[in-house]
């Protein structure tokens, strides 16, 4: 049996399925149909954002695009931003909405409505209830996300994802995959912020070298770093051929049963396993705050 003491990380992320569930149940921002929308934030924040945006547009709901807090196009026109901020307190993020205020109606989604985000923002939509102690965001970032995939309509289903994360924890991590030197993660529409995300979950909780690109174009270069030893981990279905192609590099292959969220919780374990096989603690992310606050 290991000694390593349980880490807050991991702690918060197998609360995953429940804080879903909780956010499937609480709708309160469901833009209408047709709204032109901007979706931003930093970090894990801005992949959150990337996802959710790919998924309305892709659902037919109207254009819906994302970027990182630090490269908004604010002269453009939109029906509304959407920033995403756990902390309330991103120097970029309020920036954005500084800029637009007046001119575009703005929801903040926070974990915290006593931050300056709650005067930034036209409205709040705050939950609390699935903040993090932890500098690495796992619960937050996930139940955001199934919050705006709930607000889709009944076509997306929240609760078979909490299901599908449900056995997600249970499921033992393939032994190699925790042993590997090197991960890279694809996806395709939605599933590209995802792959991003697991991708920024290992480096920050693990120092982990990986990458993350969508799926198609990953035969356009990035397939020269895989080998044995090394990871492509799929999100969502594999485009036609690729397995393959993965196969031939002799580098171990992983796709996901079930709701691609569910799988990210995967990686969120597999990064804890990786941050203590490595006598890191996922608690303390070499070099990373909770919040980047930058002098005015
Ligand atoms: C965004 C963020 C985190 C990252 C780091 C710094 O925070 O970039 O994703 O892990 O801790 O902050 P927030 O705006 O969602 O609070």
């Known amino acids: 049996m290991s000694s390593t003491p349980v880490s807050r990380t991991a702690v918060e992320l197998a609360t995953q399925p429940a804080c879903w569930r909780r956010a ?43 970027f990182p807090s630090s490269e908004f196009p604010a002269g453009r026109r939109y029906d509304r931003v959407v920033a995403i901020t756990r902390s309330g307190t991103t ?3 309020l920036r954005v909405l500084d800029a637009v205020r007046g001119r575009i109606p703005t929801v903040a989604i926070t974990a915290d409505a006593a931050t300056p985000v709650r005067d930034a923002a036209d409205e709040a939509v705050v939950l609390d209830w699935a903040d993090e102690q932890s500098v690495v965001q796992t619960r937050f970032a996930t139940t ?28 033992p991590l393939p032994a190699a995959a925790v042993e590997a030197e090197q991960w890279t993660f694809l996806g395709a529409g939605w599933t590209y912020g995802l792959a991003q ?11 982990a ?16 770093v895989a080998r ?27 796709t996901g049963a079930g709701d691609p969220m569910a799988d990210l919780v995967r990686v969120h374990r597999l990064a804890v396993a990786v941050a203590e096989r ?14 980047v606050i930058l002098a005015p």
């Open 91 to 93: 120097t970029e993020v």
């Open 197 to 207: 995300e697991a991708a920024l979950k290992m480096r920050e909780a693990a120092g």
């Open 24 to 66: 499937a149940a609480h709708i309160s921002f469901s833009p209408d149909p047709g709204e032109r929308i901007a979706v931003t934030g930093c970090g894990t924040s801005w992949f959150m954002a990337q996802a959710y945006a790919a998924l309305r547009e892709s659902s037919g709901r109207g254009e819906t695009d994302a």
């Open 278 to 291: 490595r006598g890191l603690s996922p608690d303390a992310p070499r070099g990373l705050t909770r919040s």
């Open 144 to 171: 955001a996300l199934a919050y705006l995939r709930a607000g889709l309509g009944p076509g997306d289903d929240v609760t078979a994802a909490a299901a599908d994360a449900e056995a997600a924890l249970r499921a």
């Open 228 to 254: 044995p030893g090394r990871v492509v981990w799929a999100f969502g279905p594999m485009p036609e051929g690729l397995a393959e192609d993965v196969a031939g590099t002799g580098a171990l292959l992983i």
């Open 209 to 224: 070298w990986t990458e993350a690109y969508p799926a198609m174009e990953y035969r356009h270069g990035p397939i020269a």
